[in-house]
T-cell receptor, first 112, second 118 residues
Framework: TQLLEQSPQFLSIQEGENLTVYCNSS?????LQWYRQEPGEGPVLLVT?????EVKKLKRLTFQFGDARKDSSLHITAAQPGDTGLYLC????????????FGKGTLLTVNP | GAVVSQHPSWVICKSGTSVKIECRSL??????MFWYRQFPKQSLMLMAT?????????EQGVEKDKFLINHASLTLSTLTVTSAHPEDSSFYIC??????????????FGSGTRLTVV
């Protein structure tokens, strides 16, 4: 059973379109993080959300943490080819000694 | 910002040999390091948690005698794949944290090691 359900797994869109990636769980997380990974590289942190209901913006990226701290979303506005990559959500369960659990990832391709 | 250096970035070895992968925190002391394995186009699977000066904690299904982890100093952890076989071919990634309080700021990941066993 996947603790963090991430959807969609694959997404191919045209430049300029908007998209949303979802990360859902039945468990409560002390915080949740979003990473972006390029082929052959390690993940790079985009954002950490800590408070239920929190919304954070990073240029064209908007991250939201659910009120109950069980889910999160990543919305990209006007996607660009440079946004192409694997997007991963990850969280640590309360009491897990800060051990990260990753979602399966969303492979995003933005076509010019 | 925090930097984690992982070496080598890629390695090819013969079946039956052992391979050591190093993970170094360059500008901070890493009390905890995590080792992950990633298959193509898939997510990261945690293999083990490594705490400086103590034995690593392995996830269920990970053979501790095959994947030897040493965290002898606050800046270095190593993963040794012993008696490697082709099915061990994968992308191995480490991450590091200086303390529990840094968790909310995200862990820093190494750039990964592509292991190919022939």
């Amino acid at each position: 059973t996947q603790l963090l359900e991430q959807s969609p797994q694959f997404l191919s869109i045209q430049e300029g379109e908007n998209l949303t990636v979802y990360c859902n769980s039945s468990s409560v997380f002390s915080s949740l993080q979003w990473y972006r990974q390029e082929p052959g590289e390690g993940p790079v942190l985009l954002v950490t959300v800590v408070t239920g209901g929190e919304v954070k913006k990073l240029k064209r990226l908007t991250f939201q943490f659910g009120d109950a701290r069980k889910d999160s979303s990543l919305h990209i506005t006007a996607a660009q080819p440079g946004d192409t990559g694997l997007y991963l959500c990850a969280g640590a369960l309360e009491g897990s000694n800060y051990k990260l659990t990753f979602g399966k990832g969303t492979l995003l391709t933005v076509n010019p | 910002g925090a930097v984690v250096s992982q070496h080598p970035s890629w390695v090819i070895c013969k079946s039956g040999t052992s391979v050591k992968i190093e993970c170094r925190s360059l500008d901070f002391q890493a009390t905890t390091m995590f080792w992950y394995r990633q298959f193509p186009k898939q997510s990261l699977m945690l293999m083990a948690t490594s705490n400086e000066g103590s034995k690593a904690t392995y996830e269920q299904g990970v053979e501790k005698d095959k994947f030897l982890i040493n965290h002898a100093s606050l800046t270095l952890s190593t993963l040794t794949v012993t008696s490697a076989h082709p099915e061990d071919s994968s992308f191995y990634i480490c991450s590091a944290s200086s303390s529990s309080s840094s968790f909310n700021y995200g862990y820093t990941f190494g750039s990964g090691t592509r292991l190919t066993v022939v």
